[in-house]
């Protein structure tokens, strides 16, 4: 049996990674297996899921999972991960939800060549300021008119709510060093970088492959995670600051929990991922098969074969 495949499943057990819910969130509830379904039991009783049908499955706070019922999720190929409320911070992850390398490799190919690594990050400014020409731009001038359209949008929610604004101003581990506005900005950025590393994580992409961050083991998470800064995360911490300036850190997570569920960001979030790794350089999308269960061995001009065999006279290993 090839490193690839799983044990056999009947037609009922299984469903195209298309097909499924993209993902599952459980928070305050014992999870565990129930034939080929997953059970979440809490004081309101036991609810069964179809493990085939998951994605990934988000396991929250207060939530217990047994050995059972990772196994199933591991014949199925579910991606699990552990993260805060409503998935708004990210501790720990499993494996990815596809067991295709596809957006993987799409994302070294557009990585390793800088004329596409510039290509990704100018389509990235785009998804930001869509009423902006980046074409031609170098990465000095993308990274200036960030700066300032950034500038522009703290200076416009300051406006819109009355906030005084004197910069933004963050001292690295401390946390209450700013004032009520900077310290809303800080857990938006948060909230906003746990929701970015469990969408990378679970399409099995490398959170330190970055196109406009670099260097880091996140550099990637911090890339997606900016796509989203002026449209969702410092409209919440200006709103926040104006209303509970007082519990201004709390208050903004609980915010964009919140905000992000009936936006269904998390689908956005996976949406974009795909797009900006598989868009060629005309902006024309590329097809990704990333639902294929497949281990192949790399051959000359690019050509794959099958694994499991030896190559010299074709017998299984």
């Not at 964009?256 to 902006?283: E, Q």
Request: charged residues 25%; contains cysteine; aromatic residues 6%.
């Amino acid at each position: 049996m090839s490193a690839g495949r799983r044990p056999a499943s009947t037609p009922s057990e299984l469903a195209r990674v298309g097909d499924r819910l993209s993902f599952v969130y459980l928070e305050r509830c014992l999870v565990h297996r129930d034939a080929n379904a997953i059970t979440a039991e809490d004081a309101e009783g036991t609810t069964h899921i179809p493990s085939a049908t998951i994605g990934t499955l988000m396991l929250g706070p207060g939530t217990r999972i047994t050995h059972q019922a990772m196994s199933l999720l591991g014949e199925t190929g579910t991606g699990v991960t552990w993260v805060g409320e409503h998935g708004v911070r990210y501790y720990a992850g499993g494996r990815a939800l596809s067991r295709s390398a596809a957006l993987a490799e799409a994302q070294a190919h557009c990585w390793a060549n800088r004329r596409t690594r510039l290509d990704v990050a100018r389509s990235m400014y785009r998804l930001r300021f869509p009423d902006e020409n980046v074409d031609g731009l170098t990465r000095r001038e993308l990274l200036g008119r960030e700066g300032r359209r950034v500038k522009d949008c703290y200076r416009k929610n300051a406006e819109r709510t009355g906030i005084p604004w004197r910069g933004r101003r963050y001292t690295p581990g401390d946390f209450t060093s700013g004032d009520p506005v900077n310290q809303a900005i800080t857990a938006a950025a948060q909230v906003m970088y746990g929701i970015s590393h469990a969408v990378v994580t679970a399409l099995g992409c490398s959170p330190a492959l970055g196109f406009i961050h670099s260097g880091h083991e996140l550099s990637f998470v911090l890339d997606v995670a900016d796509l989203y800064k002026t449209e969702i995360g410092i409209l919440v911490a200006f709103d926040v600051a104006a209303s509970a300036p007082d519990d201004a850190g709390p208050s903004t997570r609980r915010t964009l929990r919140d905000r992000i569920h009936r936006l269904r960001l998390l689908d956005r979030v996976v949406d974009d991922i795909k797009g900006l790794l598989t868009t060629d350089g005309h902006h024309h999308e590329m097809t990704v098969a990333t639902d294929i269960d497949r281990v192949t061995v790399q051959s000359d001009h690019d050509a794959h074969l099958a694994a499991g065999f030896n190559q010299d006279d074709g017998a299984a290993w």
